[in-house]
């Protein structure tokens, strides 16, 4: 049965820490876990969610963006459930783009990330995938990611001019 989960919010212990692996797949804790991120990213209108934004310190993330009244103007990303995810840039090239987040409502920020990155993670099964994106693709994982780190998005922003309330 799927749930809404309360987000947490920029300052709680959770968000600032490291997120423990997984080291089980195919449970039914970690189905209901991934089943709840996405609902509650889609109850939110959330491009993303990670574990830690709902008080569980595992490295699971979820995304998509389809039809998405924050990001009306932005590529489809298909959902996607990634467990114990990592990554590396394909090229160098750092591309400014606006970021939000759902732990810290009402603000955006200017963020340079990786344009063209290959990522792998497995999904609740533990069948390993990997992928290469770019453009939305891949700053939404680049975005989750540091969430599993204990990074929030202001942290990445060089300019903190460019950080703004918006409704």
């Not at 600032?16 to 709840?36: C, I, M, R, S």
């Not at 497995?122 to 969430?147: I, T």
Request: with cysteine.
């Amino acid at each position: 049965m799927m749930a809404v989960r309360p987000i947490i919010f920029t300052g709680h212990a959770t968000l600032k820490k490291v997120a423990e692996a997984v080291t089980e797949f195919n449970t039914p804790e970690l189905e209901v876990l991934a089943a709840d991120l996405v609902e509650t990213m889609h109850a939110n209108d959330g491009a993303g969610l990670a574990a830690p934004q709902v008080d569980v310190s595992l490295r699971v993330m979820v995304f998509e963006i389809a039809d998405n009244p924050r990001y009306p103007d932005i590529e489809t990303v298909p959902l996607t459930t990634l467990v114990n995810p990592g990554f590396e840039p394909i090229a160098n090239r750092l591309v400014e783009g606006w970021e939000g987040c759902l732990s810290i409502p009402k603000m955006r920020g200017l963020v340079r990330r990786y344009d063209h990155i290959r990522y792998w993670a497995y999904d609740v099964n533990g069948e390993r995938f990997e992928r290469e994106v770019s453009g939305w693709h891949a700053r939404v994982f680049q975005h989750e990611y540091d969430h599993l780190d204990g990074i929030l998005y202001p942290e990445r922003m060089h300019n903190l001019k460019e950080w703004m309330y918006c409704e």
